[in-house]
């Protein structure tokens, strides 16, 4: 948010139509609703060349011996004048279209600073930082029970844990730390910090146990140092811009062989079991990478390229649940398996960045976080309740609350605004107008 004021030039046009002669020109002019030197606004009038007294606002007086004029299309006369005042904070941000979504400031147009609309951005903040609540919930029982199993010597029991599949989430963690990072969103990095040493220490556990080789382990300690220094050191500023560069490549073409291939294997067997789609990807991303940073391509080609990595995150994780829900088809009495308590947390985890994401107008992030909290989250929840794994109570309560706080949410973002409804929010969050 910006609390600088710019000076508001105001322009009275007067026609020279209505203008006999020089003589017929009023010697004073004053402009009517400025504000005063110590911000009050004032009604003001013209006053005649005989007043003595001058109006409490600013004035803006025009003598007659020193006011030009010259014809301006259709001989109009513009007169310019300006009014400084600091009575109200004008918010400047920019709304971004899809590839845009990684610009610090997400809002273009203007908005009135109020009481109501800072309460708000201060509100959706702290929501986004609750998320790590749910989160950390859902990471914690693995971590407690690979403990459990390492202290007891029972190694094998970590073999379940599927480490490749974990690997493409922390990728997708790194991708949005770099995201938010660059976008200065504090609550969410730190929710993508913690996802990455959480992941990491499921890591360490599966090296320990044997279930992850070592070598891979090193990698993965490797990509984990090196990308939680780098976003920070550019948090802060104290990166160079060419290395910063060097790992959004890294992220762009990491995150864009993995994506194609976790979709690929998601319907094996009944697709051929192949790794050509990761690939391809992978010869593909590197190409785009290389020509951007080439000027091969063109302005919009090269903001394309730059907005990938945010993008197959959010992909990645978006695609969890379609994975989650075809399993659950071709095995239905794997749904016993699923605790609810999780998908309850992965629903509130999500949802709790809900608001903030409309109220910043990031596109990407309210697709990512509205698609995780309703069809991961919540789509589990009725999976498990179509299969009569929970009670109906359970699913009631948790299809009205993610309803009345969509609903909440639309609604206030819509208030804070000024708008009239709900959809006008939405409607500039996904066109960027």
């Given at each position: ?13 007067l ?16 402009v ?63 709304i ?71 690997f ?29 040493i ?7 556990q ?15 300690s ?90 197959t995150?959010t ?63 919540y789509?589990n ?50 066109s960027?107008?």
């Amino acid at each position: 948010m910006e609390g600088a004021i710019s000076p508001l030039s105001l322009s009275l046009s007067l026609s020279l139509s209505q203008i006999k002669s020089k003589k017929s020109m009023a010697k004073c002019l004053v402009v009517p609703y400025c504000c005063s030197s110590t911000g009050t606004r004032s009604r003001t009038r013209s006053s005649g060349s005989g007043s003595t007294s001058k109006p409490p606002g600013l004035q803006v007086q025009l003598q007659h011996h020193h006011l030009k004029y010259s014809l301006i299309q259709q001989n109009s006369l513009s007169v310019s004048a300006q009014c400084y005042y600091n009575t109200h904070t004008l918010l400047r941000r920019r709304i971004l279209c899809a590839l845009d979504s990684d610009v610090p400031h997400p809002l273009h147009h203007q908005v009135q600073s109020n009481k109501s609309f800072e309460q708000w951005d201060s509100w959706t903040a702290k929501f986004s930082g609750a998320s790590n609540i749910p989160f950390l919930l859902l990471q914690m029982p693995q971590i407690i029970l690979n403990a459990q199993n390492l202290l007891a010597g029972n190694k094998a029991a970590l073999l379940a844990v599927p480490w490749l599949g974990m690997f493409t989430g922390l990728l997708g963690n790194l991708s949005l730390l770099s995201y938010f990072a660059k976008k200065r969103e504090k609550e969410a990095i730190v929710v993508q910090t913690l996802g990455v040493i959480s992941l990491y220490a499921v890591f360490a556990q599966l090296s320990m146990a044997e279930a992850m080789p070592l070598p891979y382990f090193v990698i993965t300690s490797v990509v984990v140092a090196t990308g939680l220094v780098l976003n920070f050191l550019n948090y802060f500023g104290l990166l160079n811009a060419g290395i910063w560069r060097f790992w959004e490549d890294f992220i762009t073409v990491g995150g864009l062989s993995v994506l194609p291939q976790i979709m690929w294997s998601t319907f094996v067997p009944y697709i051929p079991n192949s790794i050509l789609p990761g690939v391809f990807a992978f010869l593909v991303a590197l190409v785009a990478v290389i020509m951007a940073r080439l000027g091969k391509l063109s302005a919009k080609g090269i903001k394309f390229v730059g907005a990938i990595s945010g993008w197959t995150a959010t992909l990645l994780f978006m695609w969890m649940p379609i994975s989650q829900m075809w399993t659950n088809f071709l095995n239905p009495d794997n749904i016993k398996g699923l605790s609810a308590f999780s998908m309850l947390l992965a629903m509130i985890g999500n949802g709790l960045m809900i608001p903030r994401a409309l109220f910043i107008r990031d596109f990407m992030w309210f697709t990512g976080s509205t698609w995780a909290s309703l069809f991961y989250g919540y789509g589990n929840i009725v999976c498990l309740y179509w299969f009569n794994s929970i009670s109906k109570e359970f699913f009631l309560a948790a299809t009205a609350g993610l309803i009345l706080w969509i609903g909440m949410a639309l609604w206030r973002d819509a208030d804070v605004y000024g708008y009239n409804s709900p959809f006008t929010s939405l409607k500039e969050l996904v066109s960027g107008s």
